[in-house]
């Protein structure tokens, strides 16, 4: 990976991690109602369980 490349990929990183942190940040000013409507933010999930095989 040369220099220039190198720099290319840690810009576009701060551009998307950048991005993303502006669309959470709008999404959270919205009204509680509207983020619920539009399912922001994902309920975790507490049905998901690890299973493991035990030996008997």
Not at 21 to 32: D, S
Not at 37 to 46: A, F, M, R, V
Request: proline share 5%; glycine share 4%; net charge positive.
């Amino acid at each position: 990976m040369g220099i220039l490349s190198a720099f290319s990929y840690i810009a576009k990183e701060y551009s998307r991690t950048r991005t993303r942190y502006q669309t959470e940040r709008l999404l959270h000013a919205l009204p509680f109602e509207v983020q619920k409507d539009i399912g922001w933010p994902q309920p975790e999930d507490t049905r998901r369980t690890v299973h493991t095989k035990t030996a008997h």
